[in-house]
């Protein structure tokens, strides 16, 4: 016999398993970008920042926006110059989905109120802070402007969520 308790509290068992294992998966992403060495990692990067260029000119010509056509060695010296903020913008991004990923699964896990933000900042920052000390054993540069802009990340998306959160109770309550 089918019990309704029994599949609801299985429901649950499985949103929260796969919040946690969405949050792993992520910082997994996260320690397999710092694994690389650092000239590889630098390669890559300028080598995605040079390919979003091309890109970006060739749709911004097919639309009619520009009719542009630059040299190869104009757009390899302007990845090299835009690299570094593709880099740390990527920081920004890679912690801003993790904290919200931490919240997400601390949320389906029962934690409730203002200790959730508390709580995911604390694990995104502990997190930052490992990367880089892992960092410093790749050849790579381990740095404390890193983790405040890993933090910043992490803050920029719970002053966004706090934002939608009040907009949202707002909302309701005029429509009350």
């Not at 390669?43 to 979003?52: D, H, R």
């Not at 911004?60 to 903020?85: M, Q, R, W, Y």
């Not at 913008?89 to 409730?112: C, D, P, R, W």
Request: net charge positive; with cysteine; glycine share 4%.
């Amino acid at each position: 016999m089918y019990n309704i308790e029994t599949g609801d509290n299985m429901k649950k068992i499985i949103i929260i398993t796969i919040s946690w294992l969405l949050v792993i998966a992520w910082m997994g992403g996260i320690f397999y970008l710092s694994n690389m060495k650092g000239e590889e990692s630098t390669t890559k990067s300028t080598k995605a920042v040079e390919t979003t260029i091309k890109k970006t000119v060739e749709t911004t010509n097919k639309v009619g926006l520009t009719n542009k056509n630059p040299e190869s060695k104009k757009i390899k010296e302007k990845a090299k110059e835009l690299n570094f903020t593709a880099r740390k913008s990527m920081h920004v991004f890679e912690y801003f989905v993790l904290t919200l990923l931490l919240i997400n699964a601390l949320y389906q896990s029962g934690v409730k109120g203002k200790k959730i933000f508390l709580i995911a900042l604390i694990i995104s920052i502990l997190y930052a802070c490992t990367d880089e000390y892992h960092q410093y054993f790749r050849e790579r540069t381990s740095s404390l402007i890193d983790i405040l802009i890993d933090t910043s990340g992490a803050l920029l998306s719970i002053i966004l969520l706090s934002i939608i959160i009040k907009l949202r109770k707002r909302k309701n309550i005029k429509a009350n």
